[in-house]
């Protein structure tokens, strides 16, 4: 192992910073990581040689004796739903490639608003990483150029959506990564590859730019190694922007410090419901021993209750993708990227043939399903009753807040799962989500930090899930770091050794 991949996204900074490391040397070899391990199929697009200029341009502002930005020459990956001008976004979507079948996809003419504040910060931008076709999917088994790997163990899936980020994080091809989470995207597969990952409160990161599933929900989040590194990440990216009417003008908190913060007097909530049934035995007992852990460290565990999350799953596959179908309809073969065309076909013909040709089976469900939810006679059955159980799932979390300060869960009921397992199983795929998907529709921020390693057959991480309300993720940091440092960091995975 280098001595690149043992330190610390924040050491790393310091490093480049202070001439000690040179930028384009640290994105030389994490470029060659990821030519090594392509198998994973982490990356839908590397671009090596814009990824050196910026590096070499951060390089020679250092020397020039210019001051460099809070992430200077560290190499992040990008999940390719967030739009970026020099690279294309397909969403891991045929809808959004070109008419000749190239792999390349539709070019944004704008970077989202993170992207921009990554590039303000001297980050260096080395790729787009693998998905769920358009954020469907718990698995990244549904992205249209194939499934990623996870590193601990290639015949298991890594999670989804985000999961080519969490690989990219958790293999040591970039130090940090940007994903999405709608429902548990960044969480879980933060979980299943051993890594930290971040959903922030709703509004808290701007969505301009990233290529909506359902609006109500979406955020923009981290991947690292390590929680501090998740921090100094969420503070260059979070903040109000004007072009995200959703976005909140509370002011960025103090998230790296607040890593040193610890625990002493917290109050952490334990609810019974996501320690029933379909949580595997061993992530009950590596959670639990988490837990255990941040009570040594000076906080007090207090049981709870949220009788509401039983609907979660239901709540959100209603929402969801009512959301989604009206968001997908500006996929039409119009505006941009796929254009399916017959001699004589009429234009509702056209959309028709390419959005059958440009979606996979598993958006084209969703798109059904939140069609059927939205339609006459149907609205005040599904949609209108799900978003009133999605009050009650709020309030839920607003009692909890009364009593404790932080939440601690499962991130995901059992360990990565093996490839092929669930494609066939929808229902089975979408109970993976189920400590994920309550947080989501309270809008409340979220981490899943790796606990222990479990050995069902191989070493397989499991993460634990800690909890906030809105705008608390300062709170959300301390208690992360507390556990990190408690339990010490994961050993790298097999793969990427």
Known sequence: MSSTEQRSLSQTVADVQAGRLSSEALVREHLQRIERLAPLNAFLHVDSERALEAARAVDRRREQGQSLGPLAGVPIAIKDAICTQDAPTTCASKILRSNAGAREGWLAPFDATVIERLRSADAVLVGKTNMDEFAMGSSTENSAYGPAKNPWDTTRAPGGSSGGSAIAVAASMAPASLGSDTGGSIRQPASLCGVVGVKPSYGRVSRYGLVAFASSLDQIGPFTRDVRGSARVLEVIAGHDPRDPTSLSAPVGAYEAACDRGVRGLKIGVPREYFGSGLQPQVERA???????????GASVHDIEMPHTRYGVATYYVIATAEASSNLARFDG???????????????????????AGFGPEVKRR????TYVLSSGYYDAYYAKAQKVRTLIRRDFERAFEAVDVIATPTSPT????????????????????????ASLAGICGISLPCRLVAPEQPLPVGLQLLAPALQEETLFAAAAAHEAAAGPLPQPPVAI
């Open 367 to 370: 798109i059904l399903l939140g």
């Open 334 to 356: 119009v505006r941009f990227g796929l254009r399916v065309e017959e001699p004589g076909a009429d234009l509702t013909t056209m959309y028709g043939s390419t959005r059958d």
């Open 415 to 438: 360990v990565a799962f093996r490839l092929g397992e669930r494609m066939h199983d929808p229902l089975a795929m979408y109970l993976g989500d189920i400590y994920q998907l309550p």
């Open 287 to 297: 959670v639990s021993a988490a837990i255990d852990d941040l009570e040594r460290a």
